[in-house]
């Protein structure tokens, strides 16, 4: 008869994905990790501020379907907090976007002079 397993990564694989996702970038490793620790849906974890992480808790807000949940840090959790308010101390969410990315890129206007005048004109 075949038992099956859980789910779940080994320390190995866990390592393996964290050392991938660092060669990236350290906001998705550190996603990552806290993904892993706190067992939480990754919308969550975006949305938290810094203002609901607190030495003893971290209070995951509730919204749309999802109720307030409370979450003991361990020292890992912790570490990456510090870690990241060091080096973003502006930041008010803890994995706020650097990129300076456009959100939306205009598409191009089919007015230009090219298309206004008809070539028999």
């Known amino acids: 008869m075949a038992v099956m397993m859980e789910n779940t990564l080994t ?3 866990f390592t393996a994905v964290r050392k991938n996702l660092e060669d990236i970038s350290e906001t998705r490793a550190d996603l990552w990790t806290l993904l892993c620790l706190t067992r939480t849906m990754i ?3 975006i949305h938290l501020k810094y203002q609901d992480i607190h030495d003893d808790e971290i209070v995951l807000p509730g919204h749309g379907k999802f109720a307030e949940k409370r979450l003991s840090p361990g020292p890992a959790i912790r570490k990456i907090v510090v870690r ?3 080096g973003f101390p502006d930041d008010i969410y803890l994995f706020q976007s650097h990129s300076n990315r456009v959100k939306a890129v205009a598409r191009p206007s089919r007015s230009t ?3 206004k005048k ?3 004109e």
């Open 11 to 13: 320390l190995r694989e």
């Open 43 to 45: 919308t969550r974890l």
């Open 84 to 86: 990241r308010r060091a």
């Open 113 to 115: 002079g090219r298309f």
């Open 118 to 120: 008809r070539p028999w």
